[in-house]
């Protein structure tokens, strides 16, 4: 079985500033991971993913992350902050037999203050 | 991109009624369907899993006779809350494997449709 720890529950932070959200998992079997964004009152949005390949992945708006095999970590990061960043992000992963099931986290609230 | 729907966004009824939600895949075919629940300030959890033409798989403690589920095409798949109550007031999004990408790893998400039981 999978699981996923996303270890801040609130990040604050001040427009412009970098920002790393961390994501730990536990899996006795590959896995494929991913980061979502979710907005006030809206689904969830893919941000990046992690499938085979070169472990650092990045997204269209500034945010990247590292897959960390050895620390079973996928912790994301941006250089730069912007208020418009201020959302929910959740860590998830899948087991690569594909069963189909998004482990989520439990979540990080990112603030972004001006 | 691929672009999941869900109708309605939101809806109020009365205790004892029943609701649907519809989840459709605009742009691509979808044979697998996820349908999860979120509470205020919490992480998404797992209802059940709707495959195109057959029965929906229910997560423990989930109760099938509570939240029908039908997946009657490759783009289309229903949430019917059935005889709901308060309790059942809640935030519900699905998401949908799309098949076009290597192996169907990449679930994508509807926007949510918001349930209030009086």
Known sequence: AQSVTQL??????????????????????????????QYPNQGLQLLLKYLSGSTLVESINGFEAEFNKS???????????????????????????????????????LQVKP | GAVVSQHPSRVICKSGTSVKIE?????????????????????LMLMATSNEGSKATYEQGVEKDKFLINHASLTLSTLTVTSAHPEDSSFYICSARDLGTLRGETQYFGPGTRLLVL
Not at chain 2, 33 to 43: A, G, I, N, T
């Open chain 1, 8 to 37: 801040d529950s609130q990040v604050p932070v001040f427009e412009e500033a970098p920002v790393e959200l961390r994501c730990n998992y536990s899996s006795s079997v590959s896995v494929y991971l991913f980061w979502y964004v």
């Open chain 1, 71 to 109: 620390q079973t970590s996928f912790h994301l990061r941006k250089p730069s902050v912007h208020i418009s960043d201020t959302a929910e992000y959740f860590c998830a992963v899948i087991s690569s037999s594909n069963t189909g099931k998004l482990i989520f986290g439990q979540g990080t609230t």
């Open chain 2, 23 to 43: 989840c459709r895949s605009l742009d691509f075919q979808a044979t697998t369907m996820f349908w999860y629940r979120q509470f205020p300030k919490q992480s």
